[in-house]
């Protein structure tokens, strides 16, 4: 891989771990919800998922399809947790998808420092 691919899925992989974040927070926020609130809360936290899943499929050109299928598995599997209302189980699925993006990054972290350009 060269240093120009490395840089950009790296950039890719960490602007995942970003937004990750964002819906980690709505995770945490949704636990607070009651009724009509709720229902809205998790429309929007869904609908949060679906845009990272687009993003995804942009980022799958320099992060590898493979990589980018098996993040995507794990949001749905966020979100069918939002679905049924188990917070607990959403955000261990999340903490999953957050050591997938991790793991990825880290691979083009590694080249990056080898070629002393972090």
């Known amino acids: 891989m060269d240093r120009k691919q490395a840089n950009l899925a790296f950039h890719h992989s960490e602007r995942l771990k970003s937004n990750l974040f964002l819906v980690s927070a709505a995770l945490d926020r949704l636990a607070t919800l009651k ?43 966020v979100e069918a947790e939002i679905e049924t209302q188990d917070y607990t189980k959403a955000r261990e699925r ?19 420092m080898d070629e002393d350009l972090i």
């Open 35 to 77: 009724a009509e609130r709720l229902e809205g809360g998790k429309e929007v936290t869904k609908g949060v998922c679906e845009a990272l899943r687009t993003e995804l499929n942009m980022d799958s050109r320099y992060i590898g399809p493979a990589k980018t299928n098996a993040i995507e598995g794990e949001l749905l599997g």
């Open 94 to 112: 999340l903490a999953q998808t957050f050591s997938q993006v991790t793991t990825v990054s880290n691979e083009y972290i590694k080249v990056l």
